[in-house]
């Protein structure tokens, strides 16, 4: 298995049972959420770049992104319910150095975009939370 998609489940296991969001997690959803199944969380794969100059013989160095998206529905203030939705997915992503992962090099917040209500709906937002994950690979196989 590539050690990217290892990265991403680990992230959605972290991610998984949070207080606010429960089990409602989902990788790389392509359609919307449904109502009744918000608040709830997407995991996405992001750019997942080589760090120029990391290459040797043995190993390559990768950033690989991570994009976290809240969806919610709420009669209150959306961007208070985001925020406290962000505050959870950055605890819950933050608290092993290494996502438990030995090939995790680091895992760097990249922030989050602003909290957005969805046109059609008020009363429907969503964000966007970022994570650089750096880790290493055998240069002939990124799956070890």
């Known amino acids: ?11 959605e296991t972290v991610v998984d049972g949070l207080l606010t969001t429960e089990d409602r997690v989902q990788r790389g959803r392509v359609y919307p959420v449904a109502d009744d199944g918000v608040p709830a969380l997407t995991v996405e794969k992001g750019p997942d ?3 120029e100059g990391s290459q040797n013989i043995a ?4 950033l690989l992104t991570v994009k976290i998206i809240a969806h919610i529905k709420t009669t209150g203030t959306y961007e208070t319910d ?3 939705i962000a505050n959870e997915v950055y605890v819950a992503v933050m608290a092993v150095d290494d996502l438990g992962l030995s090939f995790v090099q680091s895992v760097t917040p990249l922030g989050d975009d602003e909290p957005e209500a969805v046109a059609a ?3 429907t937002g969503r964000m966007e939370m970022k994570f650089s994950i750096h880790y290493r690979h055998a240069l002939k196989d990124p799956g070890s």
């Open 59 to 62: 190993f390559i160095d990768r």
């Open 82 to 84: 985001l925020n406290q």
């Open 1 to 11: 298995m590539h050690r990217a998609e290892s990265i991403m489940v680990a992230v």
């Open 49 to 51: 770049d080589v760090i």
């Open 121 to 123: 709906n008020k009363d």
